[in-house]
Structures are given as C-alpha cells and as structure tokens.
C-alpha cells in the first residue's frame, strides 16, 4: 500500500494532545481561499521554487523535478509529494515514539485532507494503533460515510474542521457545499467519537457564521474543545514558489476577533478557546 505524502512535521503542540509528529497527507477535495498549506492540495507532486533561497550554483540544470529538488544543495527546490509505503511511513512517524510516550502525544494525520487517500491512511492508522500509538485524524469531513466509519475506531481524536454552516458561505469560501461535511459531523457525534472542533476565524469571509455554528454545534456530543482559529497570510511564500494563484484574503482578522468569538461560542455551553498559537501576533 502506497500514497503520497506532502510533507512530516515534528514535535508539533498545536495538532492534538502532548507532543506530536504530524503527517501531511497529499491532495484535498476543498479549495479553501485561506489555505495555509497549498502544497497539500494537489494530488499530484509538485516541486516549489523558493527563489530567495537559489544562489544560482546550476546543479538543478534549471529543472523543477524531483531529482532537481533532490540535487539542490540550499533548499530553494523542494518536493512536495513523496510516495511511501504505509510500513515506511510509519517507520517514520516511530522515530519520535519517545516523545509520544513521555508527553502523551502521537501522531496526526492531517492534509490536505488525509482521508482522500482513504486505504493508505486508514492502514497508516491500524499500523501506528499496533504499536499503542495515539492517532489523531485531522479532516474537513468531505468524505465519504463509509471512510468515516472504518476511521473511527482507529482514531482516537477526530480534528474536525468546520468552516461555515450557511452553504453559500460554505460553497464561496471552498468551492464545495458543505452538506455531507455537517451530516458526517453529526454522525461521528452519534457514533460516541471523540471531536475536537476547529474553526478557522476569516474576517470578511466567515465570521458572520459564529453564531450558526454554536446552534449547530450545540447538541451534538462527544466536543471536547472547540478552537477557533485566527487566520494568518504566512503561506504566501509557497503560494508564490508553486506557481499557483495566490487567493489568501487580505490579514483582517485581530485578537479581539478570535475573543469574541470564543465568548459567543462558550454562550452555546460549548468548551471554546483561542487556537491561536502561542507567540504568534
């Protein structure tokens, strides 16, 4: 079993409980206008040109392939998509087991959306469930019921994003209607999954939906936090490197946004706070 993965980062606090080692899974159905990883939307690799990075030593032949990104000795190439099979990947991902076991951490699946790869992460899952490895699956919920399924009993945390509940909204802000991500929501909840609920605060976008997300929200079980997320312009740099249209909107959203926020959730009896992380303006 194989898949492509866009990219691991380590010791991550921000991506679930304790110290955790994240796997970035290649290719997303949404197109979300504030993405903050571009490169994990593709399905395909793809190589990024970091041009402030080229000191023009000509190892690359002037090629954006992987063996280009492969022979750049200062980082400005770099691949994004690499193909690994589940029991390397996991090997991988075992290389910080001491961390996970000392802080209560593990690992997280995330994108993209990771479960677009559906065998190649639910056997990544089973593999680190194996081994005693906490797995949480980080989604956008546009996916299949049946994945769904199969992933719940190898996750131990459900990271669920939800970006809008007025479909309009939904649909300007990611190019899909968001129907199959609120039932698939309310499924999980009915299941008895754990769900840490993650809302990403874009000022002029989709801040005018706080308040229909509590109501939604609000019933549903099984919500151990809901984390409302600032947003931040930081991936224009990749943006820009990939070659793809720049949609990341103009950086309105403040602090006091984000409180507000939390406050008008917390109105619901939901278990809201900043997500914001640590240090970051």
Known sequence: MTGLISGI????????????????????PLKCLWCHNPESISFAPQVAKFKEKCVSCGLC??????GAAEAC???ALVLYGRTYTS????????????????????VTLSGGECLAQPDFALETARKLR?????????TCGFVPRSVLEAAAPLTD????????????????CTGRDNALILENLVFLSEKGCSLEIRYPLVVGFNDGECE?????????RGIRRVKVLRY??????????????????????????????????????????????????
């Open 130 to 138: 194996e081994r005693n490895v906490s797995v949480f699956l980080d």
């Open 61 to 66: 032949g002037e090629r954006r392939d992987p």
């Open 232 to 281: 931040h312009p930081f991936a224009a740099s990749r943006y820009e490197a990939l070659e793809m249209e720049n949609t990341l909107p103009a950086p309105l959203t403040q602090k006091r946004d984000v409180e507000n926020a939390v406050r008008l959730l917390r109105r619901f009896g939901l278990p809201a706070e900043d997500g914001t992380a640590p240090g970051r303006p």
């Open 212 to 220: 229909k997300i509590g109501a939604f929200l609000r019933p549903l």
């Open 9 to 28: 980062k380590r010791m991550e606090i921000h991506d679930g409980d304790g110290i955790r080692t994240t796997a970035f899974f290649k290719g997303c």
């Open 157 to 172: 945390v459900f990271l669920y994003d939800v970006k809008a509940v007025d479909p309009a909204v939904h649909k300007a």
């Open 87 to 106: 029991d390397a990947l996991v090997d991988e991902l075992l290389r910080d087991e001491a961390f996970f076991r000392k802080s209560g951490g593990g």
């Open 73 to 75: 000795p200062t980082g």
